[in-house]
């Protein structure tokens, strides 16, 4: 059925990002019903482009209804002042949380085998359908209930095109490959290289890149260091870890796009990550039915308590933020006139047990 803002009671604050913040919800009509709740900001909506981004999230999370690894709508709506993203609740928190609980100490190998192969396969489907994902990190994979991951946030998606044009829009600067920094086209091998990243940071505890003193410097002063040491700099792999990890990890890590992991045709493209000796004993077949074990059964006493997200978020009021009134509110409002839309194809046993 339709679900509008008067229907929901949030909970709590899960996380914010640039247009505004995720909450988790409860249905009024069967509190047992609980969603994650994107919630965007209209008055941040400053052009065409921004209205575009938005209406190519809402159509990925309707795709991703057909991918395991991919998190998934229930129901988008609006109001006179938000955008509402009804989506699937993953318990187990995010990738991001874990890393830092054991900071500065690694996850390990395990998860890193385990968790990028499945967002590998999530990726894969992604660029079958000519999607890019470009904002992959440790904050946009979630974990449902049984351990098994979902990769998130398709705000920066682009569709379509088999290259992006230079000064097109890209996530966290952290996990931006040297095309990026050098001002160039990009393909899906963007994606592949903040895989890199991710693994890197599972197996070493750390970032691949990482600028000296960054608390004591500007947003300008980190982007053109981090440019510098993304572009000129020599991978460093710490030799204890195995020798299928520091491969595969050099493999996506590899500066020039045309000779990355998942990139060279001639080596099977995107398949030539399956075959890696650093997946060897996984069956992938397994892994897709979700037959696979996770290194990992997350906590969850009360799904409601969001116990595995940052109480940095949680510990806010779950309310909406107060909006300056202006004109920005409404210059698009014609947009979103069909935005409101059911996703009848949404598998509800997945959303938060």
């Known amino acids: 059925k339709k679900i509008g803002i008067d229907d929901l009671k949030f909970i709590k604050v899960l996380g914010r990002g640039g247009f505004g913040k995720v909450m988790l919800a409860e249905l009024k009509s069967n509190p047992d019903e609980i969603y994650s709740v994107k919630i965007l900001k209209k008055s941040e909506i400053r052009d065409k482009e921004d209205v575009d981004y938005i209406m190519m999230e809402k159509d990925v999370l309707i795709l991703a209804t057909e991918h395991s690894f991919l998190m998934q709508l229930y129901y988008s709506f609006t109001t006179d002042t938000h955008i509402y993203f009804v989506i699937e609740y993953m318990s187990g928190g995010d990738l991001q949380h874990y890393f830092d609980l054991v900071s500065p100490y690694p996850l390990g190998e395990q998860w890193a085998r385990f968790y990028a192969a499945e967002v590998t396969l999530a990726l894969q489907f992604?660029?079958?359908?000519?999607?890019?994902?470009?904002?992959?990190?440790?904050?946009?994979?979630?974990?449902?209930?049984?351990?098994?991951?979902?990769?998130?946030?398709?705000?920066?998606?682009?569709?379509?095109?088999?290259?992006?044009?230079?000064?097109?829009?890209?996530?966290a600067p952290e996990y931006a490959p040297p095309e990026i920094y050098d001002n160039k086209s990009y393909h899906f091998g963007v994606d592949w290289w903040a895989l890199g990243v991710m693994m890197y940071c599972l197996i070493f505890g750390k970032l691949p890149f990482v600028v000296p003193n960054?608390?004591?410097?500007?947003?300008?002063?980190?982007?053109?260091?981090?440019?510098?040491?993304?572009?000129?700099?020599?991978?460093?792999?710490?030799?204890?870890?195995?020798?299928?990890?520091?491969?595969?990890?050099?493999?996506?890590?590899?500066?020039?796009?045309?000779?990355?992991?998942?990139?060279?045709?001639?080596?099977?493209?995107?398949?030539?990550?399956r075959v890696q000796p650093f997946f060897k004993h996984l069956d992938w077949k397994a892994l897709e039915a979700r037959q696979v074990k996770p290194p990992y059964i997350p906590v969850v006493e009360d799904p409601k308590k969001a116990s595995n997200f940052s109480k940095y978020y949680t510990e806010e009021d779950p309310i909406l933020s107060p909006i300056l009134m202006t004109n920005h509110r409404?210059?698009?409002e014609e947009q979103f006139h069909d935005f409101s839309e059911i996703n009848r194809d949404f598998n509800s046993f997945r959303y938060t047990t």
Request: net charge positive.
């Open 330 to 332: 409404y210059i698009f």
């Open 126 to 171: 992604l660029h079958k359908h000519h999607i890019i994902h470009r904002d992959l990190k440790l904050d946009n994979i979630l974990l449902d209930a049984h351990g098994h991951c979902r990769l998130a946030d398709f705000g920066l998606c682009k569709i379509g095109i088999r290259k992006c044009p230079p000064l097109s829009y890209w996530g």
């Open 214 to 273: 960054m608390c004591f410097k500007t947003n300008f002063q980190l982007f053109k260091e981090l440019r510098n040491i993304v572009i000129n700099d020599k991978l460093k792999v710490e030799t204890w870890i195995s020798l299928e990890a520091i491969t595969i990890i050099k493999a996506f890590l590899t500066k020039n796009p045309a000779k990355r992991l998942g990139c060279v045709a001639a080596d099977g493209g995107e398949n030539a990550i």
